[in-house]
């Protein structure tokens, strides 16, 4: 645990760059701090929210008015370090209550580094990204033209390939299966910032899980002895990952493959789909999408910025989920190759396990598969 005294905070502000100002109090690590600005809407999991690499570059806005009421628990977050740039909070808790907590919210951004503002108008904030967008800002404190001029000197988000930032850089192989039990299937996990929650459920499964950087060729994966390939979450615009894309057509056809969120566009990229910018984006745990398939509706939890062209999908490609609020694309299946994927995040909790369905398809996916070779 970090020793810190809440009480050294001071008067800070979150400046967005069409000109607003919020003022309030910092918290956390004492430091300017630049980065989109979006809102997420979920009433728990701030830790989560906190440690998901699709954050990396981004300032979270939490819109549930009291943040930090249960502290932090090393075993709920979701990667191995904070991966915000900055947190944005109405109300703070400086008395956890929480038999697991170890540490406090400020403590915890202390030990990362990281920088928050608490007593902001959070729900003005929100109000302003959802009339204007996301946009760009900075956490400050001191002259605000200062402020202003580093903001306007900042490079933009979509500018950003943060892949590069949050992927690993080295192979791993993910805990280890109990006893004597053998693996059901082997499955290679490709890191464009993963979260943990994904490789407990494989492993759950009783999948022997490896992950692989980002940038590792597709060639080598398919020498490998594996059933098949999931494509992680991640950050940043898919329009600057052709080196993905490129990589993922290689393995069409060979495996199966299952993609989330980030993954999920780049497996439709890699189709020929087309992505587009959302507004502000689709982040909280209470988004409503319908399973074509079945009918049924399910609660999810999301966290994105972009999302398909439905109209630009090529022949054989359907979609497989629709997002009740807007009608964007939450899910594809194809056809004609062993290929699932999934805008929302099947490995969060909002059901809170409704949505753990999807990596049973997976699996699935891979007995046809291994069948099908069989018999061949």
Known sequence: MVECDFTVTGPAFLLLEDGSIFPG?????NMQEIGEVVF??????????LTDPSYSGQIVVLTYPLIG???IDSQHSESNKVQVSGLVVRELCETPSNGRSTETLHEFLVSQRVPGIYGVDTRAITKR?????????????????????ALSRATRYDDVDFIKVVTSDKEYRWGT???????????????YGLKYNILRLLESRGCDVLVVPAETPAEEI??????????????????????????TKKLFGHTPIMGICLGHQIAA?????????????????????????????YITSQNHGY?????????????????????????????????????????????PRDNEYMFDRFLDLMEAHKLEKGGM
């Open 40 to 49: 997420n809407t979920t009433m728990t999991g701030y830790q989560e929210v």
């Open 269 to 297: 990229r890699a189709l020929g789909a087309k992505t587009f910018k959302l507004k502000f984006g689709h982040r909280g745990g209470n988004h409503p999408v319908k399973d074509l398939e079945t009918g049924r509706i």
């Open 222 to 247: 398919l020498k490998a002895n594996i059933d098949g390939v999931l494509l992680s979450p991640g950050p940043g615009d898919p329009l600057l990952l052709d080196y993905l894309v490129e990589n």
């Open 129 to 149: 990204l959802r009339s204007q967008g996301v946009m760009m800002g900075i956490l400050a404190h001191g002259g605000v033209a200062a402020a202003k001029k």
């Open 307 to 351: 999302a398909i062209e439905a109209s630009t999908l090529a022949h054989g490609c359907e979609v497989s989920h629709v997002n009740l609020n807007d009608e964007t694309v939450e899910g594809l299946v194809h056809t004609q190759i062993p290929l699932i994927s999934i805008q929302y995040h099947s490995e969060a909790s909002p059901g």
């Open 69 to 71: 009421n249960y502290g």
């Open 25 to 29: 109090t910092s918290f956390g690590f």
């Open 177 to 191: 299966l109990s006893g004597a039990r053998q693996p059901k299937y082997r499955v290679l996990v490709y890191d």
